[in-house]
T-cell receptor, first 114, second 113 residues
Framework: AQSVSQHNHHVILSEAASLELGCNYSYGGTVNLFWYVQYPGQHLQLLLKYFSGDPLVKGIKGFEAEFIKSKFSFNLRKPSVQWSDTAEYFCAVNPNFGNEKLTFGTGTRLTIIP | DAGVTQSPTHLIKTRGQQVTLRCSPKSGHDTVSWYQQALGQGPQFIFQYYEEEERQRGNFPDRFSGHQFPNYSSELNVNALLLGDSALYLC????????????FGPGTRLTVT
């Protein structure tokens, strides 16, 4: 069975700091990878996704993620965070052969200090 | 273009009772998945419905059941509620087989007392 690990449970940064959130997955086959964000009081929104091709993917609001197949990782990055990035971030994976279930990590709570 | 909608927003039930949650998928989508998100955790897959049938199921007991209607909307039913069923229940819709993306609704917050 696939699994997703997010080792950073709570990250606190000052505005303008750089961000990197780790995500590692366990699955033997080809996968689709996602980062979702949940702002306070709002529903889950897709930040970015990787299906195939260029392993560096860009999403909304200046976020990007890099898929490193050899490390089974899909880390999320942003060069300069803003207070409005305060949210819960979830990494998710599903097998790349159909619209199968998403397996989520436990999430990383990001707090940005103004 | 309406997104995924869920009702009710909040619900309080007593142990042993039964509950029904509802979901309308995003316009044009034909597949509905349900997830349970306990406090401080990531969403856990419950099951997925496509063409009015349960297509796949996660590790949840038979107390959790569902239904999909011809208009693609869906219901999640939970029988014999336990305190541990308290969670945010999320509905996600997608379009099989062409899309791997799932769009989430705002969720229904269920509290079991």
């Amino acid at each position: 069975a696939q699994s997703v690990s997010q080792h950073n449970h709570h990250v606190i940064l000052s505005e303008a700091a750089s961000l990197e959130l780790g995500c590692n997955y366990s699955y033997g086959g080809t996968v689709n990878l996602f980062w979702y964000v949940q702002y306070p009081g709002q529903h889950l929104q897709l930040l970015l996704k990787y299906f195939s091709g260029d392993p560096l993917v860009k999403g909304i609001k200046g976020f990007e993620a890099e898929f490193i197949k050899s490390k089974f990782s899909f880390n999320l990055r942003k060069p300069s965070v803003q207070w409005s990035d305060t949210a819960e971030y979830f990494c998710a994976v599903n097998p790349n052969f159909g619209n199968e279930k998403l397996t989520f990590g436990t999430g990383t709570r990001l707090t940005i200090i103004p | 273009d309406a997104g995924v909608t869920q009702s009710p927003t909040h619900l309080i039930k007593t142990r042993g009772q039964q509950v029904t949650l509802r979901c309308s998928p995003k316009s044009g989508h034909d597949t509905v998945s349900w997830y349970q998100q306990a406090l401080g955790q990531g969403p856990q897959f419950i099951f997925q419905y496509y063409e009015e049938e349960e297509r796949q199921r996660g590790n949840f007991p038979d107390r959790f059941s569902g239904h999909q209607f011809p208009n693609y909307s869906s219901e999640l039913n939970v029988n014999a509620l336990l305190l541990g069923d308290s969670a945010l229940y999320l509905c996600a819709s997608s379009l099989l087989p062409t899309s791997y993306e799932q769009y989430f609704g705002p969720g229904t917050r269920l509290t079991v007392t």
